[in-house]
């Protein structure tokens, strides 16, 4: 990748001015009473009027400044992507990441920005509500070897070679029930679990020290992109592992296959893989340990099959 230094510095500044304006509207709408749809019958998948908006305002100020980039965002209408193919530039948007959170009135929540070229991850920004003397959050903002910063100051994953018991981790709600640990893990302390309820929360979280690692289950690419390349220019790795790969590996490309064959809006929309983000020594240590429970009744079929075969 060899893109201008200009561009990409362009590119992040507005990321970061984005970020900050989709964290002002959702700040004023936070805690107050706001209507809510669901996309799924049980009523788990909630969007919400601050996530359209917010959504409208980063596609508006993108337009006006990038027209020729494309757009990807989580609340966008699916059934408009047809067969258009992704352009060399998308924007990639998860206006409220922890609508859940939100509506709930737990500021543990994020509006996420990630930037690709075709297809490699070249700039974030990630707003998330945190404690300042001036506003209600702060932006955490990065470009491809320009490093990581939350609101111009320099940012760095945990710096550590062992896990240590004190330190917080984010983990996946269900990650007991769904993961068991290698040899390389087993006696270690992982640290002090949290589940925040938002993916791009927890890896801006892990780009700023506050999570020594995290572990993400099944993101979408809106959910993960702009901490994940906050995660990397932060001096840490993200492990991920591709659809079709069995190894684990450090994050370049999200689709590898775009040179030869660039993918459609509807491919990207789909797009998901399970990420491990900490610094370079822990990443691929915990990613190499990490092992899918097999589930009760599918041990059960194989032992079957496996007693008809010896038959």
Excluded at 12 to 33: N, P, Q, V, W
Excluded at 221 to 240: K, N, P
């Amino acid at each position: 990748m060899n893109l201008p230094e200009s561009d990409l510095m362009q590119i992040e500044s507005a990321a970061a001015e984005f970020a900050r304006g989709a964290g002002d509207l959702l700040a004023g709408h936070f805690g107050k009473t706001i209507s809510v749809e669901y996309k799924d019958k049980a009523q788990q998948d909630p969007v919400t009027a601050a996530d359209k908006e917010t959504q409208s305002y980063l596609e508006r100020r993108i337009a006006e400044r990038f027209p020729i980039h494309g757009i990807l965002g989580e609340e966008d209408d699916a059934s408009a992507d047809g067969d258009t193919v992704a352009p060399d530039y998308l924007w990639v948007l998860d206006p409220l990441d922890g609508t859940t959170n939100f509506m709930n009135g737990l500021p543990v929540y994020a509006s996420s920005i990630g930037v690709l070229h075709r297809g490699i991850p070249v700039a974030g920004a990630v707003y998330i509500p945190w404690p300042t003397e001036t506003g209600s959050g702060i932006v955490v903002h990065c470009r491809a070897g320009g490093g990581a910063f939350a609101d111009g100051e320099p940012i760095n994953v945990y710096e550590t070679e062992r896990l240590r018991g004190d330190r917080l981790v984010g983990l996946p709600g269900s990650f007991g029930a769904s993961t068991r640990m290698g040899k390389g893990l087993k006696g270690q302390p992982l640290g002090q679990l949290r589940v925040t309820g938002s993916i791009a929360y927890e890896l801006a979280m892990t780009a700023m020290g506050v999570l020594q690692f995290a572990v993400i289950g099944a993101p979408r690419m809106w959910d993960m992109l702009g901490g994940a390349v906050a995660v990397q220019e932060a001096g840490g790795t993200v492990m991920t592992r591709l659809s079709g790969r069995k190894q684990w590996h450090p994050m370049d490309s999200l689709v590898p296959t775009w040179e030869e064959k660039p993918p459609t809006m509807a491919d990207l929309r789909k797009w998901v893989a399970p990420l491990v983000a900490a610094n370079p020594t822990l990443a691929p240590l915990i990613a190499n340990n990490l092992h899918q429970r097999r589930r009760p009744i599918r041990r059960a079929v194989r032992g079957i099959k496996k007693a008809f075969a010896k038959s």
